[in-house]
């Protein structure tokens, strides 16, 4: 029997703890914050807008649940409330987020049927690389509404997941959604900074033609940056913009005829920061998946 759940679209956004920092102190509005937040509203309207019942949200944990004695290349969580991570300074001012359990299992049993060996965690604080895009995108006054599913990639310690390996996990996600035997609209959120390197001899580097033509490619030519290596990905965007391969497994879950409602770009320091919206025709009904290799 056809499953009932369906992909309706992705969210993207960078989640430098700076952002927060800003939000949680009231500077959002100052004239160097605007421009960013500015791009947040789009993504607030589009959640209430098309109200998807779970966000499958993808982002790298900063050594808060993982260390680099044990740090898995992809970890699920699959509790039914995320806890707030302490980054070392106290808990950010946040409730705890929901999770959706239900789906979280059956997610993690198609990805290892899938052949994708996830660790599953019934505990994974998130900290701000998870918190960061949620608190904008969710304002105070509708936190959190919508049950949260965190996946973690490892774009910290070496070996970390090459960018096809991320895209395939997109599509692999996608056809656990397609599967699941419940009516289920799942929106993909997928994070990470643009180009950006916060050490070595290249400290400061950023590439902001890069990062625009970053976001032409993951909305029109995935492929392009999914055949890409770490090598290629640090060189023209930076050490720590290799973080973009979070970028593809949301990109990955979609299909080909999404049409892309909103992008937004700022460069207001270190990081190159990006919005995005992709959206999948007719609330994601009948949309073509990209075809794996």
């Not at 993808?58 to 970890?75: E, L, M």
Request: with cysteine.
């Amino acid at each position: 029997m056809a499953g009932k759940g369906r992909i309706i679209g992705g969210l993207a956004s960078s989640h430098a703890p700076s952002i927060a920092v800003a939000l949680n102190t009231g500077k959002d509005q100052t004239a160097q914050w605007k421009p960013l937040f500015d791009g947040y509203q789009p993504m607030i309207k589009w959640l209430e807008e098309k109200k998807p019942d779970v966000i499958v949200l993808i982002a790298n944990d900063h050594a808060n649940t993982f260390f680099f004695d044990k740090y898995p290349c992809f970890a699920l969580g699959v509790a039914p409330v995320h806890e707030i991570a302490d980054e070392g300074w106290g808990r950010w001012p946040f409730e705890p987020v929901p999770g959706h359990p239900e789906f979280a299992w059956q997610l993690a049993h198609s990805l290892v049927d899938d052949e994708f060996d996830i660790a599953v965690c019934q505990e994974m604080p998130l900290d701000h690389g998870f918190l960061t895009p949620l608190a904008c995108t969710f304002p105070p006054e509708r936190r959190w509404q919508v049950p949260v599913v965190p996946i973690v990639v490892n774009v910290l310690q070496p070996p970390i997941p090459t960018a096809r390996r991320c895209f395939k996990l997109g599509q692999a996600i996608r056809r656990a959604v397609e599967a699941y035997p419940k009516d289920l609209r799942v929106a993909m959120f997928g994070t990470g900074g643009l180009s950006h390197q916060l050490s070595g001899e290249r400290y400061g580097y950023n590439n902001n033609e890069w990062d625009h033509q970053f976001l032409q490619l993951i909305e029109k030519d995935p492929e392009r940056v999914a055949r890409m290596s770490h090598q290629e990905l640090m060189e023209i965007g930076g050490a720590d913009g290799v973080e973009v391969i979070m970028w593809l497994v949301m990109r990955g879950a979609l299909s080909n005829d999404i049409t892309c409602r909103h992008r937004n770009y700022y460069h207001p320091m270190v990081t190159g920061f990006g919005q995005m919206i992709l959206e999948e025709p007719n609330d994601g009904l009948g949309a073509r998946a990209m075809a794996a290799e």
